[in-house]
């Protein structure tokens, strides 16, 4: 059994349907859900799913390997990034080469990097009136969205479409891919 870890910092849809997707899987399981943000909702998703859910810190991941620890203890082989918004820290990268698989709600190269995610990703995208925008699967390295991509697909955007407009085809898009793509990526 392929254990993996969902890395998330608010609503947790994203991590809902990937722990749904695998709930009865005989070769991957959810182990544990991880988020950095008190207040998260993704931690009563995973009440609700029965999955383990554990709030760390800033300093759990960046000072004292708290996380680190957490994942060698589960024998975690996978992490996932489910709207998951720091920076991976080198040594939760150096135990998992090549095995961290975020989303990011745009078509990169295009609207990535540092403060680029959610809303502010679908503001941008409709302030430069681009024709198109999507979603891109990737797996993490040391910088923000800038890894080997996986998987990208697209979505239309007409002259009516609005952040809010777009962030629900990216949903969908979301919804569709990001589980299917995490599964053939670690079964290889």
């Excluded at 939760?92 to 095995?99: G, K, M, V, W």
């Amino acid at each position: 059994m392929i254990k993996i870890a969902i890395l998330a910092s608010g609503n947790g849809t994203n991590a809902q349907q990937i722990s749904e997707y695998f709930a009865d899987s005989e070769k991957v399981k959810v182990e544990c859900i991880i988020y950095n943000r008190k207040d998260a909702y993704v931690a009563e998703r995973a009440k609700k799913l029965g999955i383990p859910a554990v709030y760390f810190g800033r300093k759990d991941f960046f000072e004292n390997g708290n996380v680190l620890a957490y994942l060698q203890s589960h024998d975690i082989d996978w992490v996932i990034l489910a709207g998951f918004l720091w920076l991976v820290p080198e040594e939760i990268l150096a135990a998992f080469p090549n095995r961290i698989i975020n989303i990011h709600p745009a078509l990169l190269p295009k609207y990535g990097g540092k403060g680029m995610y959610g809303h502010h990703v679908h503001e941008a995208v409709v302030a430069n009136h681009e024709k198109e925008s999507g979603i891109t699967i990737h797996i993490v390295d040391g910088n923000y969205d800038k890894g080997i991509i996986l998987f990208q697909a697209t979505c239309q955007l007409t002259e009516n479409d609005t952040p809010d407009t777009l962030a629900e085809k990216i949903h969908l898009l979301e919804k569709e891919h990001f589980p299917k793509v995490i599964e053939k990526t670690i079964l290889g």
